[in-house]
């Protein structure tokens, strides 16, 4: 059964970088059925799309962080990563890796169990 | 873009119905499929709905889904509630290079 982990340090000073890795097990990321996501929810908030990316590295980035946001895959681990650079205190949340259908319609079919990351100094 | 707005709570008895709406913002409902996510307290989000109204294998037939063109809106309806189904719902939809959540709506199962 496909499985989803994300990884990555739990606290980023403000204006560093946060970067993030979703280990996929019990399946292969190399699917063109598929596509990849990053996926975060503010403490007590919604669910907000940072963006998505294929194993060929096709990405599509949120309209609203697409500045800060770079996705990249490693077949070879079978890991997809996420950077988000000059993070603030607005980028603290709980960050989720999850897969998408994009057969018919796109959709999140299934999710990483999240990690929790922290802007502070 | 558009905006999907959800109420944000509603609350039901236990064996009663249910229906929390999705109102998109601008373009058609219909331009794009509807899904929904439940979202129970200290877990991960799952799908319940797909395409507007399809249950993926597993969820219960008590959940469906549907949309309404005249209010531009989708729905998901939950039938003879469950203590269990007390979560916090999500509607979601899509462009070519956007995805849209709705802000959620916390259902309260008393």
Redesign the interface.
Same mark, same amino acid.
């Given at each position: 059964q496909l499985q989803l982990q994300e990884s990555g340090p739990g606290l980023v000073k403000p204006s560093e970088t946060l970067s993030l890795t979703c280990t996929v097990s019990g399946g292969s990321i190399n699917s063109g059925s598929y596509f990849w996501?990053w996926i975060r929810q503010s403490p007590g908030k /919604?669910?907000?799309?940072i963006g $998505?990316i294929s194993y060929s590295e096709s990405t =599509?980035y $949120?309209?609203s962080l697409w500045s800060r946001v770079t996705m990249s895959v490693d077949t070879s681990k079978n890991q997809f990563s996420l950077k988000l650079t000059s993070v603030t205190a607005g980028d603290t949340a709980l960050y =989720?890796c999850a897969r998408e259908?994009q057969l018919? $319609?796109? =959709?999140?079919?299934l999710? /990483?169990? /999240?990690t929790l990351v922290s802007v502070s100094s | 873009n558009f905006v999907l707005t959800q109420p944000h709570s509603v609350s039901e008895s236990p064996g009663k119905t249910v229906t929390i709406s999705c109102t998109r913002s601008s373009g058609s409902i219909a331009s794009n499929y509807v899904q929904w996510y439940q979202q129970r307290p200290g877990s991960s989000p799952t799908n319940v709905i797909y395409e507007d109204n399809q249950r993926p294998s597993g969820v219960p037939e008590r959940f469906s889904g549907s949309t309404d063109r005249s209010s531009n809106s989708a729905s998901l309806t939950i039938s003879g509630l469950k203590t269990e189904d007390e979560a916090d719902y999500y509607c979601q939809s899509y462009t070519s290079n956007n995805r849209v959540f709705g802000g959620g709506t916390k259902l309260t199962v008393l």
């Open positions: 996501a /919604g669910l907000e799309w $998505s =599509y $949120s309209p =989720y259908q018919v $319609s796109w =959709y999140f079919d999710w /990483g169990r /999240g | -």
